[in-house]
Nanobody, 129 residues
């Protein structure tokens, strides 16, 4: 069982930056895929970045490459999403998700929301023009 708590959302102007945090509490050992998703009103949930807690294996959606950076602090059981040069189209509810090794394909953690088991409550990001 894994519980996820996100924080760090807010409202910024276009070009601004935010850092989201996702802290995981779990009662099992082992490594997980951790991922960030976002969902805007009326749109499907979109995977933006994922990371394997065992080290390396970072994956980004093409739409965010170069602007969003996922990282982790295994001591704190926390995954971060650094977001720079934000655009109005980045406005969405951002969710953190966790899944086991079955979520990995080709050595990378999937960006499909269908395969993740554990979800946080979400944190809102609003970017104004």
């Amino acid at each position: 069982q894994v519980q996820l708590v996100e924080s760090g959302g807010g409202s910024v102007q276009a070009g601004g930056s935010l850092r989201l945090s996702c802290t995981a509490s779990r009662n099992t050992d082992g490594n997980y895929c951790m991922a960030w998703f976002r969902q805007a009103p009326g749109k499907e949930r979109e995977g933006v970045a994922s990371i394997w807690t065992g080290g390396g294996s970072i994956n980004y959606a093409d739409s965010v490459k170069g602007r969003l950076t996922i990282s982790q602090d295994n001591v704190k059981n926390t995954v971060y999403l650094e977001m720079n040069n934000l655009k109005p189209e980045d406005t969405a509810m951002y969710y953190c998700a966790a899944g086991g090794s079955w979520v990995r394909t080709g050595g990378y953690c999937s960006l499909s929301h269908l395969v993740y088991t554990y979800w946080g409550q979400g944190t809102q990001v609003t970017v104004s023009s």
